[in-house]
């Protein structure tokens, strides 16, 4: 018998996830689709792996601290 697995699947599966996004299915997860500059993309990755969080989790964590700023 063959299981067919979601693209992508095995990559999100070792993934580090927020507390808050664990109990979220993966088909109930979107995707962010934009470019940007293969530097900026080396610094991020970079920047995630020296912090040992997910470039997902970066990218939430600017978005809240941006909010929260421009809020004021």
Not at 54 to 65: N, P, Q, R, V
């Amino acid at each position: 018998m063959v299981v067919a697995v979601p693209r992508g699947a095995a990559l999100a599966s070792r993934r580090t996830e927020s507390s808050s996004e664990s109990s979220a299915l993966e088909s109930e997860k979107e995707s962010l689709n934009f470019k940007v500059s293969s530097q900026f993309k080396k610094e991020f990755k970079g920047f995630a792996v020296s912090e040992g969080i997910s470039m997902t989790d970066l990218l939430k964590e600017g978005f809240a601290l941006s909010k929260k700023k421009r809020q004021k």
